[in-house]
């Protein structure tokens, strides 16, 4: 079995905290630290934490199953599908269950409803993103050819094509789109279309490459962030003071909507692809720097990375509910005080779930 990157392990939980800060950030105007810097650091700057895990899945699948190595498709998938189809599959139920309590909506689990919520990941807004990362699985051979191609052709220039790709690909998909009478009269080709962003792996596809192409030349990867961290940190610092300046200046001047602020910026613009590929490597280059200190805290925040992502919304639900029941306004919680105890809390239900999963395997 091939070591585990310790790096790209503790990186998850970097990004876990960047996941929760985006879910928060929605809240900040209603607390008592309301503040459009607060919102920014958290739904702006806090951006590369949705891409950055297909980052990590790209590194570790190229990592796992080399290009120079045989590669069996079936076995591969069973096992990829089964990690991670099987939580999405309980926890989308889960979700459905919920909500569908909470507002009584019986709609919740008619059969059309919920292979509708399945096959785009709308059980619970966060979810989508382990139907995409399913999709990586389903074509990995594909990515596996266009890794080949990028290796064979020059690449220098094939990162770039690549990075440029995405960004057309995620402006012809940002224009409005007036659709024909076929499609709208077509309930699944409509919502294929409407959930495009829910599915379409495409949207990542760069970010993937990239720690796809990190796994193949570590070594290379490793000396440039050793050897240019002062550079790294000063693209990085650049890159987030772009964003807030734009952020500050639609704002400001042009005093535009906080929600359609954060969709200009968002993961998949210019200015939000280039920030999170600069955070990627300034974190990156973080840990390799400090990788002999005790950072016992972030591992074990990374070792339960995936069950506090499917748990925290509704730790934070539940938290806001608690507020309103006990009569306590919200407009006098703190944003640092109620972000850190979601993270304490999704932690431990994290922990108390993987507990009892081991019990009843055992």
């Given at each position: 079995m091939k070591e585990r990157n310790v790096i790209f392990d503790n990186l998850r939980g970097i990004c876990m905290l960047g996941v929760i800060a985006i879910h928060t950030g929605s809240y900040v105007m209603d607390s008592a630290t309301a503040s459009e810097h607060i919102f920014m650091l958290l739904e702006v700057l806090s951006r590369y934490s949705v891409p950055a895990f297909f980052f990590i899945s790209g590194y570790?699948?190229?990592?796992?199953?080399?290009?120079?190595?045989?590669?069996?498709?079936w076995p591969f998938i069973k096992k990829r599908l089964a990690s991670i189809g099987i939580p999405y599959v309980?926890?989308?139920l889960l979700y459905s269950?919920?909500?569908?309590?909470?507002y009584h909506d019986p709609q919740n689990w008619s059969l059309g409803e919920l292979v509708f919520k399945l096959f785009f990941g709308t059980a619970v807004y966060h979810i989508y993103f382990l139907v995409i990362l399913m999709w990586f699985y389903i074509?990995?051979?594909?990515?596996?050819?266009l890794m080949l191609l990028m290796e064979k052709c020059n690449l220098k220039l094939s990162i770039p094509l690549l990075f440029l790709a995405q960004l057309?690909?995620?402006?012809?998909?940002a224009h409005f789109w007036g659709y024909p009478d076929w499609i709208v009269q077509n309930d699944l080709i409509y919502n294929l279309f409407q959930y495009r962003l829910n599915y379409f792996p495409f949207f990542y596809l760069f970010i993937f490459m990239l720690g796809g192409l990190i796994a193949l030349h570590y070594k290379t990867f490793i000396s440039l962030i050793r050897n240019h961290f002062s550079l790294i940190t000063g693209v990085f610092l650049l890159s987030a003071s772009v964003n807030a300046a734009v952020f500050y200046r639609h704002f400001y001047k042009w005093n535009m909507d906080l929600e359609d602020i954060v969709n200009t910026l968002q993961q998949l613009s210019l200015y939000g692809l280039t920030y999170t590929v600069a955070a990627l490597f300034f974190f990156c280059a973080l840990l390799e720097k400090y990788k002999n200190k005790e950072l016992s805290w972030l591992q074990k925040l990374s070792e339960r990375s995936f069950l506090i992502y499917l748990v925290h919304p509704f730790i934070m639900d539940q938290l806001y509910n608690l507020l309103k029941f006990t009569g306590v306004p919200f407009t006098i919680v703190p944003m640092q005080v109620f972000y850190l105890a979601i993270v304490v809390i999704?932690?431990?239900v994290a922990v108390g779930i993987h507990k009892t999963v081991k019990i009843i395997k055992i």
């Amino acid at each position: 079995m091939k070591e585990r990157n310790v790096i790209f392990d503790n990186l998850r939980g970097i990004c876990m905290l960047g996941v929760i800060a985006i879910h928060t950030g929605s809240y900040v105007m209603d607390s008592a630290t309301a503040s459009e810097h607060i919102f920014m650091l958290l739904e702006v700057l806090s951006r590369y934490s949705v891409p950055a895990f297909f980052f990590i899945s790209g590194y570790g699948l190229f990592y796992t199953y080399a290009l120079d190595k045989p590669f069996a498709y079936w076995p591969f998938i069973k096992k990829r599908l089964a990690s991670i189809g099987i939580p999405y599959v309980i926890w989308s139920l889960l979700y459905s269950a919920v909500y569908g309590f909470a507002y009584h909506d019986p709609q919740n689990w008619s059969l059309g409803e919920l292979v509708f919520k399945l096959f785009f990941g709308t059980a619970v807004y966060h979810i989508y993103f382990l139907v995409i990362l399913m999709w990586f699985y389903i074509l990995f051979p594909l990515w596996r050819k266009l890794m080949l191609l990028m290796e064979k052709c020059n690449l220098k220039l094939s990162i770039p094509l690549l990075f440029l790709a995405q960004l057309y690909l995620y402006k012809l998909s940002a224009h409005f789109w007036g659709y024909p009478d076929w499609i709208v009269q077509n309930d699944l080709i409509y919502n294929l279309f409407q959930y495009r962003l829910n599915y379409f792996p495409f949207f990542y596809l760069f970010i993937f490459m990239l720690g796809g192409l990190i796994a193949l030349h570590y070594k290379t990867f490793i000396s440039l962030i050793r050897n240019h961290f002062s550079l790294i940190t000063g693209v990085f610092l650049l890159s987030a003071s772009v964003n807030a300046a734009v952020f500050y200046r639609h704002f400001y001047k042009w005093n535009m909507d906080l929600e359609d602020i954060v969709n200009t910026l968002q993961q998949l613009s210019l200015y939000g692809l280039t920030y999170t590929v600069a955070a990627l490597f300034f974190f990156c280059a973080l840990l390799e720097k400090y990788k002999n200190k005790e950072l016992s805290w972030l591992q074990k925040l990374s070792e339960r990375s995936f069950l506090i992502y499917l748990v925290h919304p509704f730790i934070m639900d539940q938290l806001y509910n608690l507020l309103k029941f006990t009569g306590v306004p919200f407009t006098i919680v703190p944003m640092q005080v109620f972000y850190l105890a979601i993270v304490v809390i999704s932690y431990f239900v994290a922990v108390g779930i993987h507990k009892t999963v081991k019990i009843i395997k055992i």
